[in-house]
């Protein structure tokens, strides 16, 4: 399975508390797969702007990455159901089918890994992950998300998430072959 191009392309929607180890998965994806991955923080940090200005350029890239019809992997502004569904709606609208990972981690250890200087990423004060732990909405049932442990190796993770996106793919209507009749033999394979 190639999933940068099956046969309908997905959006990897990245949802978890900050720590929880999303840009860990979404980044070793799409290296192993060659994906595009779509984070505002990288674009906010590596361009120095503001939010308002973050939000306009992630806008424009993912615009322009939905028409290459290749599975992509998205992590931004999934906190809340509301968020989540004006995302999905984008996505559906553009011919893609979403696929939300909800990577899980005690909020303990997310937020001794949210706050942990860093040389190269801004890292959050303890008082932002309070902040944004009480504005996470958990993905409820119907957003039917691939629950993940920000514990575990990326293999493990990478199977549970493959297992569905192939799951998806077997949810594509498949019309029965014509049963054929093999000449000289009287034997029909259906």
Sequence with gaps: ?????????????????PGAGKTTFAENFAK????????PRVISDLAGIDAEATEKVTKL??????????????EGSTFTKAQRLAL???????????????????PTEAKRRATKKQKDESQLSPEDFDEALKIFENPLANEKPVVISGKHTYTTQLRIVLKRLAGTQANTP???????TIIGRNITVR
């Design 32 to 39: 192993s797969f060659k994906a595009p991955y779509v984070n």
């Design 88 to 106: 999905e709606k984008l996505i559906i609208k553009s011919g893609y089918r979403p696929l939300i990972v909800w990577v899980q981690t005690d």
């Design 1 to 17: 399975m190639n999933p940068s191009n099956p046969s309908t392309p997905h959006v990897i929607i990245m949802v978890g508390i």
């Design 174 to 180: 498949i019309l029965p072959a014509k049963p054929r």
């Design 61 to 74: 890239i993912f615009d322009e990455l939905l028409k290459t019809t290749r599975t992509l992997i998205y």
